[in-house]
Each structure stands twice: as structure tokens, then as C-alpha cells.
């Protein structure tokens, strides 16, 4: 009887896929590099595991605030010989919106702020990519929240591309930075002792599709 657990374990390794039995060749330098030259050309999905987005505003003029936003989902498609023809869709679900309290994230998806029941997500889609300066790219977009529609302005720069880890196709992944003020889209509630101003910063990842 006391072969029988052994027995049984080795039997289970038996029957396992070669893949699951094997570790994964970790690579010895990361994959990823802030190189322009390594980009190509395709349709790219996020990846929502890996993208994140932060919001930051000034709180009574003591501190700097800040939350996140998670589970973003969208896409884009790039050609880095064609900049102009680029086209970004995203989606984020503001129900993941995360601060340092649980109340104060209870009550910025309810009716005085976010209101999510009737707005439940924010979208930004693109209508032009320009190149900027010191290397930058300038994507102007629409960006819709709490039901309203305004013109907003994204500076993104290349943090890395290269072959990806988790498909079969390229990853790559943007930092971008927009400013907004959260009135024009009907959420001023504590305005002016909490700063209208809200500083966002999104560190996207993409999959090659």
C-alpha cells in the first residue's frame, strides 16, 4: 500500500504533454527594447494583464492623489512607414477603478462621480498620429466618459518591442501621458479643493495578432 502514492505520481507525470513537463528557456537578456528599428507592421491587440493606467490630481493642496484603472481591452493597428495611417481603439471598464480606500472607490463608480451604471466605460479612439518631438508621438483621439465626448491630445513614447513571450507574433509596449479636466466631462464634484487638472499615464502592452 505504501507504493501506491508513488505509483500514482509517476503515472501522472507519464500522461503529462512534453511542454508541461519541461521549464520554460527563460532568455538571459529581457526580449524588449525602446528600438524604433524593431517595430512591424500589423494589427496588435492589448494585452489587459500587462496595461495599466494611472490617474494622479492634486488633493486639498497637501498631496498628489493617485488610483488606477485596470482591464483595458482594444486595439491597434501600426505601420512605422506609414505613422499618419495608425489607428488606436481602447476600452477601459471604470468599475476597476482602485485607490488606497475602499469606501472613496465604492463612491467614485457611483452616481456623484463616474456614475457607472450608466457609463460604464471609458473609450479613446484615434484621429490622427503625428510624430512630436524628441521622438515622440502625438495621438489626438476622441476620449468619451461619464457619457461625454471630447477632443484629447496623447503624447506616447516606445518603451519596448521585440519577440513576445506569451504568442507566437511581436509584443510592444507604449507609455503615454494626457491631461484633461474632469469638468468637461461632468465629474467636478470637489472641484476646486480637489484639483479639476487630472494628470493620466498609460503604460500599454500589445500582442501581435
Known sequence: ????????????????????????????????????????????????SHTQVMFALDHLGFSIFRGFLSDASGTLTINPKNLGATKLNVTIPIDSIYTTSKELNEELIGPKFFDVQHWPDATFSSTSVLLGPDGKVLVNGNLTLHGQTRAAQMTVRLHGAGKSMMGKGQSIGFDGRMAINRSEYGIGGGVPLVSDQVQITIAAAFEQQ
Open 1 to 48: 500500500m505504501r507504493r501506491l502514492p508513488f505509483l500514482l505520481a509517476l503515472l501522472a507525470t507519464a500522461t503529462l504533454p512534453a511542454a508541461a513537463q519541461a521549464p520554460m528557456k527563460m532568455p538571459s537578456a529581457p526580449p524588449g527594447a525602446p528600438d524604433p528599428a524593431r517595430l512591424l507592421a500589423g494589427n496588435y491587440r492589448i494585452e489587459p
